[in-house]
């Protein structure tokens, strides 16, 4: 709503610097015709705080027995929203016919209102009973507190209003004269805030049920470990099973206030995992988290990281999972390889590779070649004169060293002279017990 200060600096700048009857290139002739505010403009309100969210509920554990039980588990109201402001009002100046246009000031927006706060939800009910009907005997209240109203918006003020809509001024320079019209604009008028807006009711509380005498140990479904430190004991995983039904109003005293939705306890898994680590590769250098987890049908998922690739053998007998891990690498040392230096010139050049992680004795390996040879003399540019995946029988491995004559490929010999300039780019595949990753390697040189 304010109008920027740049118009209203340059203006001031030129009636304190320059006398009215100068004639001089106005110095902010990208602003010279906004007009100038007479007055000061009113201030806006604040806007309201929202009101505090109201708290949930106690979570309560009962035994439903034949004696009657009132149990309380309703959700903190929220607060309501407070009042935005009111706006100041502006202050209003008549003009003195100026040689230019003014603006009166504007009036100030009202600050808006503060949301109400949510209801908190209401408690989530435990029953372990041994007779369902007894459960007739609790008197629940579960319900969800209510959102609070949202607060009022600050009144705004009216803007100013001119004294005198138009005028006009004689302008004389160098002897010429001329006559300038000029106005005067009422300011804006403010807004009123909006009213906030009002918070939402809390959720109702819902009901498991139990039925069994002794208490129910907390589940553990998911276990998440670092590898390097994971002990060679077994470790427990637990998953508790429930199924959702409806009709929980029906179980509980008339009058309650709980959700129709509720569980009904159907029984437990237990299960037990173990690693067995044999791989040469260090437990305590692999990096990241062994992650378990079972499902309601009693499957154990096992997820180890990215990088780590294995032989291991899995073994499920009874609750027990065992997982040996017979062989391993990582990924990362997988692709550690480079170009090592070049041999030969022309048609006897050679490239070779090395394994700089020294995996190669156990990694199968392959390769696809890209050369390109460059031609032209005015522009000359890249131009691929073979591209194919190279036989194993044409690539000479010796451990962790790998060498490739291009003489050997079916490359035309005229691609193969003295003092070509070449790019080379070779798209190495790495393969490890059905694990893969690619890396791409690049030369460019002369044979």
């Given at each position: 709503?304010?109008?920027?200060?740049?118009?209203?600096?340059c203006a001031a700048l030129l009636s304190v610097i320059l006398p009215l009857s100068v004639s001089v290139l106005h110095p902010c002739s990208t602003v010279a015709q906004a007009a100038r505010t007479v007055g000061t403009d009113g201030r806006d309100g604040q806007d309201g705080q929202a009101g505090r969210q109201g708290r949930n509920g106690p979570d309560r554990t009962v035994r439903a027995t034949q004696n009657a039980q009132t149990i309380e588990m309703r959700g903190?109201?929220?607060?309501?929203?407070?009042?935005?402001?009111?706006?100041?009002?502006?202050?209003?100046?008549?003009?003195?016919?100026?040689?230019?246009?003014?603006?009166?000031?504007?009036?100030?927006?009202?600050?808006?209102?503060?949301?109400?706060?949510?209801?908190?939800?209401?408690?989530?009910?435990?029953?372990?009973?041994?007779?369902?009907?007894?459960?007739?005997?609790?008197?629940?209240?579960?319900?969800?507190?209510?959102?609070?109203?949202?607060?009022?918006?600050?009144?705004?003020?009216?803007?100013?209003?001119?004294?005198?809509?138009?005028?006009?001024?004689?302008?004389?320079?160098?002897?010429?004269?001329?006559?300038?019209?000029?106005?005067?604009?009422?300011?804006?008028?403010?807004?009123?805030?909006?009213?906030?807006?009002?918070?939402?009711?809390?959720?109702?509380?819902?009901?498991?049920?139990?039925?069994?005498?002794?208490?129910?140990?907390?589940?553990?479904?998911?276990?998440?470990?670092?590898?390097?430190?994971?002990?060679?004991?077994?470790?427990?995983?637990?998953?508790?099973?429930?199924?959702?039904?409806?009709?929980?109003?029906?179980?509980?005293?008339?009058?309650?206030?709980?959700?129709?939705?509720?569980?009904?306890?159907?029984?437990?898994?237990?299960?037990?995992?173990?690693?067995?680590?044999?791989?040469?590769?260090?437990?305590?250098?692999?990096?990241?988290?062994?992650?378990?987890?079972?499902?309601?049908?009693?499957?154990?998922?096992?997820?180890?990281?990215?990088?780590?690739?294995?032989?291991?053998?899995?073994?499920?007998?009874?609750?027990?999972?065992?997982?040996?891990?017979?062989?391993?690498?990582?990924?990362?040392?997988?692709?550690?390889?480079?170009?090592?230096?070049?041999?030969?010139?022309?048609?006897?050049?050679?490239?070779?590779?090395?394994?700089?992680?020294?995996?190669?004795?156990?990694?199968?390996?392959?390769?696809?070649?890209?050369?390109?040879?460059?031609?032209?003399?005015?522009?000359?540019?890249?131009?691929?004169?073979?591209?194919?995946?190279?036989?194993?029988?044409?690539?000479q491995q010796n451990h962790n060293r790998f060498t490739v004559k291009l003489a050997d490929l079916p490359i035309d010999r005229e691609y193969l002279q003295t003092g070509s300039s070449v790019r080379v780019e070779l798209v190495v595949t790495r393969t490890y017990a059905g694990n893969s990753a690619e890396q791409t390697l690049s030369w460019n040189g002369q044979l």
């Amino acid at each position: 709503m304010k109008r920027p200060r740049l118009a209203w600096l340059c203006a001031a700048l030129l009636s304190v610097i320059l006398p009215l009857s100068v004639s001089v290139l106005h110095p902010c002739s990208t602003v010279a015709q906004a007009a100038r505010t007479v007055g000061t403009d009113g201030r806006d309100g604040q806007d309201g705080q929202a009101g505090r969210q109201g708290r949930n509920g106690p979570d309560r554990t009962v035994r439903a027995t034949q004696n009657a039980q009132t149990i309380e588990m309703r959700g903190e109201d929220g607060d309501d929203g407070y009042w935005g402001s009111d706006a100041t009002h502006p202050v209003c100046r008549n003009h003195r016919r100026p040689s230019h246009d003014v603006q009166a000031a504007d009036g100030g927006d009202g600050g808006d209102g503060g949301r109400g706060g949510s209801g908190g939800h209401g408690g989530n009910l435990t029953v372990y009973y041994e007779d369902l009907d007894r459960v007739r005997n609790l008197y629940v209240r579960a319900d969800g507190g209510r959102g609070g109203r949202g607060g009022s918006g600050g009144r705004g003020t009216d803007g100013c209003n001119c004294n005198e809509d138009t005028w006009e001024a004689e302008i004389c320079s160098d002897g010429n004269c001329r006559t300038e019209h000029y106005r005067c604009t009422d300011g804006k008028d403010g807004r009123n805030g909006r009213f906030g807006s009002n918070g939402a009711d809390g959720g109702v509380g819902q009901a498991r049920l139990i039925g069994q005498r002794a208490s129910l140990p907390g589940d553990r479904p998911r276990v998440e470990s670092a590898i390097a430190t994971l002990p060679t004991t077994p470790i427990d995983l637990s998953l508790n099973l429930w199924e959702t039904r409806t009709g929980a109003k029906a179980l509980f005293a008339d009058g309650s206030v709980i959700s129709d939705r509720y569980e009904i306890y159907q029984g437990r898994i237990e299960r037990q995992f173990q690693l067995l680590w044999a791989s040469d590769l260090a437990q305590d250098r692999v990096a990241g988290d062994l992650v378990l987890t079972v499902n309601d049908q009693g499957d154990l998922d096992i997820d180890l990281p990215e990088d780590l690739w294995f032989d291991a053998e899995r073994t499920d007998s009874g609750t027990l999972t065992t997982y040996r891990v017979r062989s391993a690498l990582l990924r990362s040392e997988a692709l550690q390889l480079a170009f090592g230096r070049p041999s030969g010139s022309g048609e006897q050049f050679e490239l070779s590779i090395l394994d700089r992680a020294g995996l190669s004795d156990v990694i199968e390996t392959r390769f696809h070649l890209r050369y390109r040879v460059e031609e032209g003399e005015r522009r000359p540019r890249y131009r691929t004169r073979y591209e194919a995946d190279i036989p194993s029988e044409l690539i000479q491995q010796n451990h962790n060293r790998f060498t490739v004559k291009l003489a050997d490929l079916p490359i035309d010999r005229e691609y193969l002279q003295t003092g070509s300039s070449v790019r080379v780019e070779l798209v190495v595949t790495r393969t490890y017990a059905g694990n893969s990753a690619e890396q791409t390697l690049s030369w460019n040189g002369q044979l």
